[in-house]
């Protein structure tokens, strides 16, 4: 398939390192991802859904002991502690390696060794970078099959280039007390073993397009981000990009795959999904932000999906789909989860593989966690431009969390600066996405807390260094916040497709179409300038207290940033000092 030498000699290494019955090198080709899934049907890592109601579609349980990202065994491995910073878990890179060697050493004696060829981005984009995952399981190549661009083509590309990510996983025991998810970010390599989660082991998704990609970019001049990107689309056919980042559980999706509420819809305005989780930013030819979607598929949280919270995204799932971890209904042998409706299957099986039959006494049917990798070809409202090499041009920029008092509707950063600034001071809830308590508030600079693949104080100096080279021509920043809630804890806000209101005045306002207010945290809209047509319960009045700013909630927002910079010492950008000054001297105004 290759005669790349650094790639046929890293196979060989690794080979001699897990002793394999035999190696499958993965071609792409349907007869031998065929080949494979009847295979992962016999020994029943994979089930067979109902192939009239979902074809092509399949089930998969992981471990019980496995069922989620594990943060505090994930590492960045560098020569110097400081590489990594003090948001990573850090291991020294020949520490690491001692370690993990024993662990994979013989792993998959009595299996296959599978070598995925795969592509982050569209095969032969100069936006793109290859990987090669070795693995033992078919889940993972099947996986890597939706959630990436896999096979020959790939290796037609990479040619003769050492510019490829290596990638070993094993699923060894499912041991936990010995699992790690380790990257190499000056080897440009990920180690993961012990693992059979989505998150942890389908390599190219968080570990290299976020991990070790927020490195090269850092290296090569471009931004690798925890990004949805869509594209508003005017009824005269203009498309304008946004990109967006939020922690997980805060509506990511949701927005990615926005439906246009009826007073937008009827205009004919449409919203294009270009990606729901990632985006790779480079500056064009003409100097603007250009974003591609680095995958090629969807992984998505099941629980709360259903046709009235996420239309797009439940059609997604209904053919060439693999579930993980929901409930097997046994009647239609079809999939169920919690939020897909109010009707439970009696004949049932939950995410264990246990007799559930409905029973809500004996727990949840589908796991908190439980997910859906989804083709995103199959997305109704994918767009266009999802397989452009050159990526599309982004106008805006947007970060938001939960936040129940302190963050308004929306706000715009004065400037790029002032923008970055409001990306690093980022804060949310946490949610079963991660292992530990759920529920509690934590800062999560641009969503990129459990992701940035070096130290976070280095990473704002290259989006400050990003936006001096784009100037002018940079985005505009903002932030939202769908989740202010009343005295009594009820949401506000209407959210899911309403959010296009608020998205309509941030163009208008990167067209210079509108005017805001300054206040002192950010230009906010005139309360009258959110269009509100067609919304029972919102008034001019309500988007008004939507965007009122607390003096007391804001004096101790910025105690809680300082508190969090503090912990950058000298690598907090002076800039973000600053800016927090500014803030607190803005403040104490009110």
């Avoid at 009824?235 to 795959?257: D, E, H, R, W």
């Avoid at 129940?404 to 990306?423: E, I, M, N, R």
């Avoid at 309509?504 to 509100?532: F, H, Q, S």
Wanted: charged share 25%; net charge negative; proline share 5%.
């Amino acid at each position: 398939m290759t005669t790349n030498k650094t790639l046929l000699a890293w196979v060989d290494e690794c080979k001699a390192l897990l002793k394999p019955d035999s190696v499958m090198w993965i071609d792409g080709s349907e007869e031998q991802l065929n080949k494979l899934r009847a295979e992962g049907e016999a020994t029943g890592e994979m089930i067979k859904l109902n192939q009239e109601k979902l074809p092509g579609c399949y089930l998969h349980r992981s471990a019980v002991n496995d069922v989620a990202r594990v943060e505090g065994r994930t590492f960045i491995c560098t020569e110097k502690e400081e590489d990594a910073g003090p948001t990573n878990n850090w291991m020294q890179t020949q520490k690491a390696y001692d370690l993990l060697r024993p662990i994979f050493d013989g792993a998959m004696k009595g299996r296959t060794m599978y070598v995925i060829p795969y592509s982050m981005g569209p095969v032969g984009s100069k936006f793109s970078k290859i990987g090669i995952e070795i693995t033992d399981s078919i889940y993972v190549v099947l996986s890597m099959d939706i959630m990436t661009r896999i096979g020959q083509k790939v290796l037609d590309v990479l040619g003769d280039s050492n510019d490829w990510v290596r990638g070993l996983h094993s699923k060894a025991e499912l041991d936990e007390e010995k699992r790690y998810i380790c990257h190499f970010p000056e080897d440009n390599a990920i180690w993961s073993v012990n693992s059979g989660y989505g998150g942890n082991v389908l390599l190219g998704k968080k570990c290299f397009a976020l991990r070790i990609a927020s490195n090269q970019g850092r290296r090569e001049g471009w931004m690798a981000e925890h990004m949805l990107i869509l594209g508003i689309e005017d009824p005269q056919g203009n498309v304008s990009y946004i990109t967006a980042a939020f922690p997980s559980a805060c509506g990511k999706t949701n927005l990615a795959m926005l439906i246009p509420p009826e007073v937008y819809a009827k205009k004919g305005y449409k919203v294009w999904c270009v990606g729901d989780d990632i985006a790779w930013l480079r500056i064009g030819p003409d100097g603007r932000l250009y974003a591609i979607n680095p995958e090629n598929g969807f992984f998505g949280v099941a629980p709360g999906t259903n046709a009235k919270s996420n239309h797009n995204a439940l059609e997604s799932t209904r053919k060439n789909a693999i579930f993980t971890n929901v409930v097997q209904n046994l009647d239609d042998n079809t999939v169920w989860w919690e939020g897909l409706d109010k009707n439970p299957p009696k004949n049932s099986l939950n995410w264990k593989g246990e007799v559930w039959n409905g029973d809500e006494s004996k727990g949840k049917g589908a796991h908190p966690n439980s997910r859906f990798t989804a083709p995103a070809k199959n997305c109704p409202c994918i767009s266009p431009e999802f397989e452009n090499a050159d990526g599309v041009p982004v106008s805006a920029i947007l970060f938001g969390g939960r936040r129940a008092k302190t963050a308004p509707l929306v706000y715009q950063s004065f400037d790029w600066a002032h923008g970055v600034f409001v990306g690093s001071i980022m804060a949310s809830e946490t949610t079963a996405a991660a292992t530990g308590a759920v529920g509690v508030v934590r800062r999560d600079p641009m969503a990129m807390l459990p992701f940035c693949g070096y130290n976070m104080g280095d990473y704002w100096a290259h989006w400050l260094e990003m936006g001096e080279k784009l100037g002018d021509k940079a985005p505009k920043i903002f932030n939202v916040n769908w989740f202010r809630t009343d005295d009594e804890g009820h949401f506000i806000w209407p959210g899911f497709g309403d959010n296009m209101r608020v998205l309509m005045w941030m163009l208008a306002r990167c067209k210079g179409e509108v005017d805001a207010v300054e206040t002192a945290i950010g230009y906010e809209p005139k309360p009258e300038d959110i269009n509100i047509e067609g919304l029972e319960d919102v008034t001019v009045d309500t988007v008004r207290d939507l965007l009122s700013v607390d003096k007391a909630l804001w004096e101790a927002e910025a105690d809680g940033i300082a508190e969090f910079y503090a912990k950058f010492g000298d690598k907090l950008p002076k800039k973000l000092a600053e800016e927090l000054q500014g803030l607190r001297d803005r403040v104490a105004k009110l």
